[in-house]
C-alpha cells in the first residue's frame, strides 16, 4: 500500500508531495497532470523490476527506438533538469517469497524509498543515459506510523499492518564515498553491509534483490512490483480461458472465467453486477473439456443465459472490477484511469461504490475479507466527484513556470491531509474550487459528520446561500 509520493524533476512534476489513503481520487481536467502522477507510480513499479533503461521506454508514449531521455526530466523554457528523485513511503506483507520458493519475514512492514536518478547527455559514441545517482531504503518507526499514515485507522488496523522493528536502515549511500551504496543483510546474518558501486549501474539496487537474505529490501521489491494499472481492454474481456490460464485477472482484463472459477464466488460476484444491470439473476463458467475452454455466462431473471463476452465494454469492465474485488489475493495498488469510461452517466454511482468497497477498510484488521488493496483513480467527470466524500479527493491543476504547464495535487481543506498539517493551508484548495466540476445538486440521504460526498455538500452549500 501507497502512502506517501514525493517526486521531483519527473515531466510535468517539478517538486509535488502526494499522500494516498485506501481509496483515492485525483481529480482535474484533461492536461494538469493526472496521468503523470500514474506515470511515475508505474516508473517506480518497472524500475523494481528492470533496467533503468528498460523502465524509461515504459513510460506511456515512449519508444525505445526514438525516446529522448531528457524529455522525461522536468523542463522550462530556460532550465532542463537533470536529476529526478522520488520518496515513497509504503507498507509491505509480513511475508515474503524469494525466486527460489523460499519464504522469509521482513524486519518492519513500513517503509521508505528514496531514489535518485541523473540524466546523462550523448558524448561521442556514447549515447544519452540515465544513470542511478543514490538510493536508500529505510523503515518509518513504530511512533511515527500512525502520524505518517495520517488516514482514520483503527487499533486493530494499525496492529495489523505494522509489524516488527528496527534500528538501521537497509540501504543507504556511504557516507565517505556517494558513488559507494551500502546493502544489509537482515536476514539473521550479523556480517558487514556489501558495498556496491553505483557510478555505472545499469539497475537499481532494489531491483537487483531476490533472495531471502535481505527479506526487508525484498519484500520492499515485491511490494512495487505488484502495483498495477488498470488498462481493460474490450478484447482481453472477452476472451475464454484455456485450461492452462492463470486464475488472475491480468492488468487488460484477461482471465475473468478462470479467475471466477478459482474463486467460486459466483453469488457475490452476480449480486455486485446486478447494481449495475438489475436484471442479472447468476454468473456461472462453462467447462468444456473437448475443447479446454473456461467460458463465462450469465442468466437474466427471465432465464435467458448469455456469454458474458456479449456485455457492453462499460459493463465487461465493472465485472472484471467486481471479480478483483472478489479476489482476496489482488491486493497492493491498483490504479484505474477514467473508470466512468463507458459506463451510463446513470450507473455512476454503482462503480464508484464498487471501487470504494474494493479499497481495504482501515477499521478493521487486514485478512482475506479485508485484503490490504488499494485503489486509485483519477476523473475529470463531475459526476464520479459528485459521488465522493471529500476526504477521498485530491485536486490536479496546472500553473505556468518559465513558459512550462507544472503539476499541484492539492487536498481539501479541513480533510485528513489538512487536518494532520502534512500541508499547509495555501498549498489545499477549498470546497468552492471543485464547483466547477459539479452539474446540478441532488437531494441526498442525511449526511454523516466527516463522511459527506461532495454532491451532498454542493447541495448543502445552495442551502446555506439562501
Known sequence: MLTRLKVRGFKSLEDIEVRFGPFTCVAGVNGVGKSNLFDAIMFLRDLADTSIIDAATRIRNSDRRRINLSAL???????????????????????????????GKPKVTYLQYKLGLRYVPASGARPEGIELAHESLDFVPKGDAKRQLGFPVSQ???ESIYQGSSRSDFIYIDKENSLIAKVRQDGGSSGQPISIPIERAERTI?????????????????????????????????????????????????????????????????????????????????????????????????????????????????????????DPEAGGVICLEEPENGIHPARIPAIVSLLDDMAVDPQYAIGPDNPLRQIIINTHSPLVIQKLQTQSIIVSQAYKSDGASLSLFCPILGTWRTKANFQEEEASVTFGALLDYLGPAEEDEDVTPGKESVGQLFHQLEIDCR
Not at 522536468?74 to 524469494?98: C, H, I, N, P, Y
Not at 485450461?243 to 467460486?264: D, W
Not at 467460458?295 to 459493463?315: F, N, P
Open 73 to 103: 526530466f522536468t523542463r522550462t523554457a530556460s532550465v532542463q533538469a537533470t536529476l529526478m528523485e522520488f520518496e515513497v513511503d509504503f507498507l509491505v506483507g509480513d511475508k515474503v517469497v524469494d525466486d527460489f520458493g523460499r519464504e
Open 156 to 158: 486493530e488496523f494499525f
Open 206 to 326: 532494489l531491483s537487483n534483490i531476490n533472495t531471502i537474505d535481505r527479506p526487508t529490501a525484498l519484500a520492499a521489491r515485491r511490494e512495487m512490483q505488484s502495483w498495477i494499472n488498470l488498462q481493460l481492454e474490450s478484447s482481453s474481456l472477452r476472451k475464454p480461458d484455456d485450461f492452462s490460464a492463470i486464475g488472475r485477472v491480468s492488468p487488460t482484463g484477461e482471465h475473468l472465467p478462470a479467475t471466477l472459477h478459482r474463486l467460486k464466488k459466483f453469488d457475490a460476484v452476480a449480486a455486485q453486477l446486478a447494481n449495475l444491470l438489475p436484471d442479472i439473476k447468476s454468473l456461472d463458467v462453462d467447462i468444456d473439456e473437448r475443447r479446454e475452454l473456461k467460458t463465462l455466462y450469465l442468466e437474466t431473471v427471465s432465464g435467458i443465459r448469455h456469454e458474458a463476452r456479449a456485455l457492453s465494454d462499460g459493463t465487461l469492465r465493472f465485472l472484471a472490477l467486481a471479480i478483483i474485488g472478489a
